[in-house]
């Protein structure tokens, strides 16, 4: 989930909210949704909302909330919010610009405050470490070596002084790859790789990166 993305008349990146769409249209019905209903169910809403981003699972007793399907369209609004305000570096989306877009948006005060309350309190880092360890990951890259050979003869040609080096890439899942490379594929993960290193600089550079 991204938040919305503008570039302002001073050069600065500004973010807010999605609030309208298909993927969102739990928020545009928000407003309705919670305008008479008690603070202590809302909270009880907004601690599943919690449980969910840190557990990414429920259980049968806190589902049995939603089975109300004006409870469950709440719950997966607050979560829409949650997961977008997460999705960026709090120093590039503050506590005011959401209760800003929160108020704008319509919803009743004591939803605004606890909202900000969640998602730029103490809990802000524990929610962060969430999102980022229940995200998709591949294995990591532990160790490289390598080995270049010269291949001096074979069966078809008498002598050939060709060299190959051999990658061995031993990942975080405990498992090893292995391949092998002639001076062109070596000359063009050479080049690649420079390009990938230039592109990770400019990222860094970039706004967004800034303080995470």
Known sequence: LLLNRVMGSSGVTTYSL?????RHKHIESLKSLVANLEQSKLRKILKLVTVAVINEDLDNDQLTLLEQDKNEQIFLALL???KQVLS??????????LRNELTHLGLVTHLVE????LLFGPRREELNSAVMGNAPS????????HRIDII???????KVLEPRMTLTMHLSDGTSRAVELDNEAFQALRYNTAMCIK??????????????
Do not use: C, E, F, W
């Open 18 to 22: 999605i609030t309208s769409g298909p």
């Open 199 to 212: 592109q990770l600089h400019h990222l860094n550079n970039q706004p967004v990166m800034a303080n995470p």
């Open 88 to 97: 960026i570096p709090a120093s590039m989306y503050k506590a005011d610009n």
């Open 152 to 158: 001096l003869a074979n069966n078809r040609i008498g």
């Open 80 to 82: 829409d919010i949650t």
């Open 114 to 117: 606890d909202l900000v309350q």
């Open 138 to 145: 591949l294995p990591r890259l532990t160790k490289l070596d």
